[in-house]
């Protein structure tokens, strides 16, 4: 539905280089990166707000790359959600169709499937000012969405609401994303609500796109150091990876030889996320397991769970439920193992 094709796009000192895209028809494509990655400036590109230096951008089979905005079928909905604040909600979600001449009994009837759909019949009479973040992101979204856009663009929607909202939220989303069957393309920083959301996620760092794929696969298969460390691996090594032993590669980490599923050899970059380690108090023999003792050095509580630090040497960040945690009589200073599968290690 949409293709991206070697887009580039100069704003003084910044850049999009070379951007390369195939977003199919009603996908929920996710955008992912840090703060000034350019996440914006590729929406608003595909919106037509900025011209490209080069490339091309097609939407349905038709070149677009020089179409006024208002003739790409594209509806966008900022984090701050830009209503109108002399309008009242019945009045901001119509405004799009009174642009459109609609008829008022059809503006009517479609502001009142639109308000249905997003659970807001009882704010259509308030102003903006009287509503809470999540109401009026819902709002905005409604706007966007009651001219039937083809594509749905979304610029960090939810980065302001708090985290029960926040959840409120996605669950809404994926809820008029499988009723209305729009396309959708999400902009965001947190890795949660792309995986949460997105059928595909595209990594984006200094303007390049560093990997496009399932949303699962950025954090399982990371193509880079940049990738591992923005999904949080957090443990992220260089080692030597040798010849295979008893079926298995080693990789070399210091005075450890770890087992793992490498085809490579010589010098190799590789991580390990937290949740894919288990401590136990007892020594676990298993083929396909590596298995090393070590000590507690640092505990860092997150509600639920809790990331520990076991230093071998080196130092080993794992997840552990507060349940566990508080089963085995954790602490600092105190030698357990760490347990992880061979096909945990993810070589990139």
């Not at 502001?111 to 249905?116: G, S, T």
């Amino acid at each position: 539905m949409i293709k991206i094709k070697n887009l580039t796009v100069k704003l003084g000192n910044f850049s999009l280089k070379d951007i390369s895209l195939d977003i199919k028809p009603h996908e929920y494509f996710v955008i992912l990166g840090p703060t000034g990655a350019g996440k914006t400036i590729l929406l608003e590109s595909i919106a037509g707000l900025y011209p490209l230096s080069f490339g091309e951008i097609w939407f349905n089979q038709q070149k677009i790359s020089s179409s006024k905005p208002e003739n790409r079928q594209i509806g966008m909905v900022y984090q701050d959600q830009v209503l109108f604040p002399h309008f009242s909600v019945k009045e901001n979600i119509a405004f799009g169709l009174k642009l459109k001449k609609y008829s008022l009994i059809k503006i009517k009837e479609k502001v009142k499937n639109i308000a249905e759909l997003f659970e807001i019949t009882s704010l259509l009479n308030r102003k903006p000012y009287s509503l809470s973040g999540g109401e009026k992101q819902r709002v905005a979204l409604a706007r966007a969405l009651v001219i039937e856009p083809k594509l749905l663009l979304l610029d960090e929607p939810l980065s302001s609401l708090d985290p029960e909202v926040k959840e409120r939220m996605q669950r809404k989303l994926r809820e008029v994303h499988q009723r209305l069957k729009v396309t959708i393309i999400h902009v965001t920083h947190d890795f949660t609500e792309a995986l949460n959301l997105g059928h595909r996620v595209a990594v984006l760092n200094q303007g390049c796109i560093m990997q496009v794929g399932p949303s699962e696969e950025f954090l399982q298969h990371p193509s880079c150091e940049f990738v591992a460390r923005f999904g949080l691996a957090r443990n992220i090594f260089a080692g030597q990876a040798e010849e295979e032993k008893d079926g298995h590669s080693i990789i070399k980490l210091g005075k450890l030889k770890l087992k793992a599923l490498c085809k490579k050899r010589g010098k190799i970059n590789f991580s390990l996320r937290p949740e894919d380690i288990f401590i136990s108090k007892d020594k676990i023999v298993s083929a396909g397991c590596n298995c090393f003792q070590g000590m507690i050095t640092n505990i860092t509580n997150q509600g639920p769970v809790l990331y520990i630090t076991v230093s071998l040497p080196p130092d080993f960040i794992c997840l552990i439920t507060k349940w566990a945690f508080e089963e085995m009589g954790l602490k600092k200073g105190v030698k357990v193992w760490i347990n992880f599968k061979d096909s945990a290690l993810h070589i990139f």
